[in-house]
């Protein structure tokens, strides 16, 4: 069963920087493309980026584009996104997912527990 358990959340302010780590329960991380989602209160869960399994390819969504980074490690079977320039907008739980491929971001597990982010002056 492909389980992940995130973590790196917290309070931050506008502008600030987190790194937000998953790590891959139960199974090896190096066959599947991986992804980041996030979930605002009330809101359907969003892509925010998704890295192939040879790093070959990497997606982000256009929110956030240009401001956070997602990379992994086979060998720690973890995959982490860097989050800078934070804004309130990007408040919300963050998941991560095995998904099919990054064209498709179709979710191959259930969600985890998520970390939660806050970004708030």
């Known amino acids: 069963q492909l389980q992940f358990v995130e973590s790196g959340g917290g309070l931050v302010q506008p502008g600030g920087s987190l790194r937000l780590s998953c790590v891959a329960s139960?199974?090896?991380?190096?066959?599947?493309?991986i992804a980041w989602f996030r979930q605002a209160p009330g809101k359907e869960h969003e892509g925010v980026a998704c890295?192939?399994?040879?790093?070959?390819?990497?997606w982000y969504g256009s929110s956030t584009k240009g401001r956070f980074t997602i990379s992994r490690d086979n060998a720690k079977n973890t995959v982490s996104l860097q989050m800078n320039s934070l804004e309130p907008e990007d408040t919300a739980t963050y998941y991560c997912?095995?998904?099919?491929?990054?064209?498709?971001?179709?979710?191959?597990?259930?969600w985890g527990q998520g970390t939660q982010v806050i970004v708030s002056s």
């Open positions: 139960g199974f090896t991380l190096d066959s599947y493309a």
């Open positions: 997912a095995a998904v099919l491929s990054v064209s498709t971001m179709a979710t191959l597990n259930r």
């Open positions: 890295i192939s399994n040879s790093d070959d390819t990497i």
